[in-house]
């Protein structure tokens, strides 16, 4: 689902990229429309950057992203599938079992990249 990302995306994006100039994509010169796929296509340099990238979120960013994971509007599609399961286990470990279930959940039945 195509999106305009919100002030608070932004602000998240930051707190995941600080490198990050604006929000349009190098490569395809569109606008970013998720959070967590350039995050991990565009600025990760490998899993235990992208993890230390998550763990700079409080609960109240990481209950955000779950939020808006569950209700479609961010993309889990084209993230890296390594970068999917720490993802999973960051929520099973700081918000929820049951949050982790459900995000791995939605990863796995959207299936696939989605632009």
Known sequence: MART??????????????????????????????????????????????????????????????EVILDGSESLGCIQPEHAEILFRLFRERVSEDVGAKVREHYEEAGGCHH
Not at 21 to 36: H, K, N, P, R, V
Not at 39 to 62: A, G, Q, T
Request: aromatic share 10%.
């Open 5 to 66: 990302l919100s002030d608070r995306d932004i602000e998240i994006m930051k707190k995941l990229a600080p490198e990050c100039a604006d929000t349009t994509c190098s490569g395809s010169g569109l606008y970013f429309q998720s959070i967590l796929p350039p995050v991990s296509n565009h600025f990760s340099l490998d899993d235990e950057d992208f993890e230390d990238r998550l763990k700079r979120l409080d609960i109240f960013d990481l209950r955000y992203l779950s």
